[in-house]
């Protein structure tokens, strides 16, 4: 075992520097008051600007002027047989059929959205927890696993909010049974497909970490993941039809090529920290 490795046992540790369990716990205790004290400050802040919010970034799917339709709609008119995005009628009124909804849609919506901002600041948190307990090299390790665990939780909240909500959400608020039948789509039926698909993205995103520590603990290794990348490429495509279920080839490659290139990142990061395995 390297110098690096070498675990410090309690009788190196000078005696004023030791800590209890209880002072363990009280360290964590004002890690959570921390963490809690900048969430109330960002579900203020997010409450007061909310209005504004809900206009230009949440609603922003249900209209044609969504930035993510009109850059498709250029692109289609550059090149042939690529899916029609220039429909500018498009538009989705959404409307509340319960008292209290909006009320309750400005708060739980601030708070979800506060999370979501907080989110590095709690990973940070975390860390300053957990940093004394770690080697040296398991402190550079754990570190990045960190800075890429959310860098790729918001990455994925991208991909959701941009390609996956949209598309979905056009086709479903388009799609008609009978032509007798118009849609109307509630305020909280826009706002449980907007925050689910959103923060599932986020967290599928996080996949390539969770094969990274299993790696780590000499669970899942780089040929079991070449071994059944075939069947792997089978259960995405199944996987991106039910996110998608407008049926055309743009779609579901909106969303099956982002999950493919998870799985091939898991296998490159398995690759890379996985354990040989013995022949």
Not at 57 to 67: H, K, M, R, T, Y
Not at 86 to 91: C, E, P, Q, T, Y
Not at 236 to 243: K, Q
Not at 262 to 272: G, M, T
Request: with cysteine.
């Amino acid at each position: 075992m390297s110098e690096a490795e070498t675990p410090v046992t309690e009788s190196q540790v000078p005696e004023d520097s030791r800590m209890t369990f209880w002072d363990h716990l009280e360290v964590l205790r004002w890690s959570l008051i921390r963490i809690a004290a900048v969430l109330m400050v960002l579900v203020v802040a997010c409450f007061i600007a909310m209005p504004h919010i809900f206009d230009t970034f949440i609603l922003g799917p249900a209209s044609s002027d969504f930035f993510v339709y009109r850059w498709f709609a250029a692109i289609g008119r550059v090149i042939p047989f690529f899916p029609d995005f220039s429909d500018d009628g498009f538009s989705v009124d959404i409307i509340n059929i319960n008292v209290a909804s909006q009320f309750m849609t400005h708060i739980t919506t601030s708070f979800w959205l506060s999370l979501v901002l907080v989110f590095p600041y709690i990973v940070y948190e975390l860390w300053k927890f957990v940093r004394p307990a770690l080697f040296e090299n398991e402190e550079k390790s754990v570190a990045r696993a960190f800075f890429y665990g959310t860098f790729m939780f918001f990455l994925g909240c991208a991909v959701g909010y941009c390609l996956i909500f949209p598309f979905t959400f056009r086709f479903l608020a388009g799609y008609q049974v009978s032509q007798t039948i118009s849609n109307q789509i509630s305020l909280n039926s826009y706002m449980n497909n907007f925050l689910g698909m959103i923060f599932i993205m986020g967290i599928v995103f996080e996949l390539p970490l969770l094969a990274w520590l299993l790696s780590r603990l000499g669970i899942l290794h780089k040929e079991f993941l070449r071994k059944y990348r075939r069947h792997a490429v089978v259960v995405l495509l199944v996987l991106s039809a039910i996110i998608t279920p407008s049926g055309d080839p743009f779609s579901l490659m909106l969303v099956f090529v982002p999950l493919f290139l998870l799985y091939e990142l898991s296998v490159h990061i398995v690759r890379s920290d996985a354990p040989a395995v013995a022949e």
